[in-house]
């Protein structure tokens, strides 16, 4: 993985976020890593915004209803095998914490 392309390093995690966005900030970047591509590749791929995947990816934002299918799919395109169910099932246990849940 080329990690020197424009849109493609992460920055280290805030020490602010709590231990559940912390948790899930950091699932959702084992998929980005995975794929090998930019922010502005993947936002095209799942038809987004890639200021809005760096907000995801840096926990400033949880993303919408749909994204993470969306992404399984990416991740099934780019790698030619299908995201396994005990992973898309501590995903939704991951979003599912009462703590990212809005008030």
Known sequence: MDD?????RLKPLS????????????RLREFYTGLD?????LAEMLG????T???????QRLPEIGFSERL??????KT??????QVKDSVRALLAS???LPL
């Open 37 to 41: 591509m930019t922010y502005v590749e």
């Open 80 to 85: 030619h095998a299908p995201v396994q169910d």
């Open 72 to 77: 399984y799919r990416a991740v099934e395109t």
């Open 48 to 51: 987004g915004d890639p200021s």
């Open 4 to 8: 020197s392309r424009p849109g493609r």
């Open 15 to 26: 020490s602010k976020l709590g231990p559940e966005m912390a948790a899930w900030v950091t």
């Open 98 to 100: 009462p703590a990212l």
């Open 53 to 59: 995947l760096s907000r995801y990816f840096n926990g």
